[in-house]
């Protein structure tokens, strides 16, 4: 499982090599993931300056406690309610990137299919598939960060487990939402996407939290986003390698027509006795 992981590590940094590549290509990825940037900024400088305001407001209840206990908890809950800002901005910053670089991020995407060869001939949705992804990430985002401010609140450890959740659960988030292209080509369904999802869990993971680990350095999102989706597009060709739909075998039976009658078995031959022939197939036998 470890291996996996680092895997997916190591598909991501097959991404950036696809800069040596399609350098013109990967410059035009970087113009959404700036026009993200500068939108979330707008948001995450102001709330970052205000985290101490903010941590004195939720915690009135400390106000008598001695100076040092009062500022480290103080302290956590600046962490925590950033952490949770954080896991809702990549989120944030993933939709807006992928809608408005629609055109850009395809293009990426279509080269890395023609370099790999045996490319889908279908381009996997449009700008308003796009939109409708973004939304439902942005979703998913709110959730991660409203889990990411409870397990804050754990005594000790809370602040620990919140940012380790909160990367982990927004790699996840990624790596699923940047492979989606790749499938959508294909016209996978949900259970083929889950089989395959399955079938590289550790891989998968490896490569959204070194994703998100990057999105979590100033100005990696935009950096990064580029070289996440050619590595996501080589992560999907990977998995579906990994594990091809059509050899999952189906363990259940079909079920019996109405009707349905199984021929009993014919007793055993009694010892020293020649085996006595098949009766031929004849209606309800099988």
């Known amino acids: 499982m470890i291996g996996e992981f680092f895997d997916g590590i190591r598909t991501l940094l097959r991404g950036f090599g696809t800069w040596r590549r399609r350098p013109g290509l990967m410059a035009l990825g970087l113009v959404p993931g700036i026009i993200a940037a500068v939108v979330l900024l707008a948001g995450l400088i102001p709330l970052a300056l205000s985290l ?32 949770a800002a954080l896991a809702l901005a990549s989120a944030v910053f993933s939709a807006l990137a992928l809608a ?53 609140l754990v005594p000790l450890v809370g602040g620990f487990l919140a940012a380790v959740t909160g990367v982990v659960l927004s790699g996840r988030m990624l790596a699923r939402e940047l492979t989606s292209r790749a499938f959508d080509a294909r016209d996978l369904t949900p259970v083929d996407r889950a089989t395959l999802f399955r079938g590289s869990r550790a891989r998968v993971l490896g490569f959204g939290v070194a994703t998100q680990l990057c999105f979590l350095i100033p100005g990696g999102a935009v950096a990064v986003m580029p070289a996440a989706v050619a590595g996501a597009t080589t992560l999907a060709r990977t998995m579906m390698q990994r594990t091809p739909l059509q050899a999952v075998a189906h363990e259940t039976r079909p079920p019996s027509s109405p009707g349905f009658r199984q021929a009993p078995l014919p007793p055993p031959p009694a010892p020293g006795a020649a085996s006595a022939p098949l009766p031929p197939p004849g209606p309800g036998r099988i």
């Open 100 to 152: 408005i670089g629609d055109p850009f991020y395809q293009r990426i995407w279509r080269a890395v299919e023609t370099d790999l060869g045996d490319a889908p001939p279908s381009d996997g949705g449009g700008f308003w598939m796009a939109v409708g992804e973004g939304l439902r990430l942005i979703i998913l985002g709110i959730l991660i960060a409203i889990l990411v401010l409870l397990l804050g």
């Open 52 to 83: 101490g305001p903010i941590s004195d407001a939720l915690t009135p209840f400390a106000d008598g406690w001695i100076p040092a206990w009062r500022s480290a908890l103080r302290a956590a809950v600046g962490v925590v309610i950033f952490a």
